[in-house]
């Protein structure tokens, strides 16, 4: 399976980005996607995840109230919609895939297929 990110770029505090990420072959309802992010030095952080095929979510505190994620199964994407951006949340966004739903501890190692990654830049 390959991931593939976009949307990243700069942009002002208290702006907003979209990211996408778009799922080689039909999505299926088992699939879970998250969205990670890594400051250099930092370890991998989970933001949020979704199971695409009844639209579970979960946020870890990084990313409640500010980020969205949401997804068109029929684009075989999903989306992370970040608002009320700040300086810290410049790092290098990645999305993955857990093909077995979103069971379990959110955590890297969870997930079994990761996407290149996008710079997000805010200043």
């Known amino acids: 399976v390959q991931l593939v990110e976009s949307g990243g770029g700069s942009v002002q505090a208290g702006g907003s980005l979209s990211l996408s990420c778009t799922r080689s072959?039909?999505?299926?309802?088992?699939?879970?996607m998250g969205w990670f992010r890594q400051i250099p030095d930092k370890e991998r952080e989970g933001l949020a995840r979704?199971?695409?095929?009844?639209?579970?979510?979960s946020y870890t505190d990084f990313a409640k109230g500010r980020f969205t994620i949401s997804r068109n199964n029929a684009r075989n994407t999903v989306y992370l919609q970040m608002n009320n951006l700040k300086p810290e949340d410049t790092a290098v966004y990645f999305c993955?895939?857990?093909?077995?739903?979103?069971?379990?501890?959110?955590?890297?190692?969870?997930?079994?297929?990761w996407g290149q990654g996008t710079q997000v830049t805010v200043s």
């Open positions: 072959g039909n999505m299926r309802s088992t699939d879970c």
């Open positions: 979704m199971d695409t095929g009844d639209g579970w979510t």
């Open positions: 993955a895939l857990r093909t077995r739903f979103c069971h379990g501890t959110f955590a890297s190692e969870n997930f079994d297929d």
